[in-house]
């Protein structure tokens, strides 16, 4: 289940640039770990009812920053039927 923290954590680190040896941004970073799980389970849910024959698929990447290292102010997860791949 989604808590506040998770919450309060995208909007404060929004935007910022990780710092891997920061122990602020390193427990930030397991914090919205646990936020991801809930994320991926609500995605492997929602895939399972919307895609009764075969499951659907999940695609999700479970990184609290971008590509440029700084931090995203949301997460998500990509659901596709699986005849699609």
Request: contains cysteine.
């Amino acid at each position: 289940m989604y808590i506040k923290e998770h919450f309060d954590l995208l909007r404060k680190f929004a935007g910022k640039p990780y710092e891997k040896n920061n122990p602020d941004h390193n427990k930030a970073d397991e914090k919205l770990r646990e936020a991801y799980d809930v994320t991926l389970a609500w995605a492997n849910k929602l895939s399972k009812e919307m895609f009764k024959e075969d499951g659907g698929y999940v695609k999700i990447r479970r990184s609290s920053h971008n590509a440029n290292q700084q931090y995203k102010d949301h997460q998500w997860a990509k659901i596709y039927p699986k005849c699609v791949f």
